[in-house]
């Protein structure tokens, strides 16, 4: 499915069949999983001026337009299956033939929902993603509940997690590519802070999952290129209540009932009584600054050397 956008879309389309038939409402892919990740593996190498033209080429070709044909098949499948879908994509603008964007979809039965564009791409996803907006940075109002969410280290960004916060999330996605212990922790803390339901979704990559003709080298003697670590974490106590699914391809899933989320922002609301923003927000300062005051000693006076 590697570089190949139709086969990705066919295969989530697949995905999406096999979680209705669960009793799935909502399902949630891993970030850019159409067409490819561009991972540190192999991506830093990008960094040179020479070597990545076909891979550019073909990550190009392979990535989708918001609106476009395969984000209709999505929508079709949603409707037709009466399920929610968050996904993953590279997304290009015809008009911008120059810049891609790590994006995260949202659909519902009745269409398209959301759109954001990730706002920082992380280190050497720079060589192949623009930077994003503000953008859908607030949960939507669906049949199931509020949804929101970041993508991968924007998890980390404690002001765009505090903007998702002000809409009253329920759902919290967290599609990522990071499959270390220290994600699972960042996940965990988030529903606490957020009073939500966490739903990360790392990749699970084997290096059999890239066609023979890829065009740049992958790591010698390496079969995993993203171990996986799926999971859903319940608000109250952080508690992970499916998953961690790590080494192997599958779907971790569990029922959510969403008053736990109304119970665990009566403890802590990080926007209501917690959020303290008359406090904290000037503290910011209008012009970006820290706004906070600080108290430096006078400089001493130099000696008087006039005799």
Known sequence: MVLDAEASAEKAIELLEQAKADGVQLAVFPETFIPVYPSNAWGRAAASFEGFDELWERLWENSIEVPGPITERLAEACARLDIHCAIGVNEREPERSGSLYNALLLFGPN????????????????????????????????????????????NMMPLARYAVYRS???????????????????????????????????????????????????PEGQEVLGNGGAAIVEPSDAEVIAGPLYGEEGMVVADCDLRVTLHAKRWFDPVGHYGREDALLPLLGEDGSNGAASEQAPAPEAPDRSD
């Open 111 to 154: 269409g398209l929902i959301s759109r954001h564009r990730k706002l920082m791409p992380t280190m050497h996803e720079r060589l192949f993603h623009g930077v994003g907006t503000i953008d859908g940075l607030a949960a939507s109002d669906t049949q199931i509940g509020r949804i929101g969410g970041l993508i991968c280290w924007e």
């Open 168 to 218: 009253r999330p329920q759902i919290w996605l967290a599609p990522t590519a990071d499959d270390t212990d220290g994600w699972l922790a960042t996940v965990r803390h988030i529903a606490l802070e957020s009073g939500a339901f966490v739903v990360s979704a790392p990749q699970y990559i084997p290096a059999s999952a890239f066609p023979d003709d890829f065009p740049a080298e992958l």
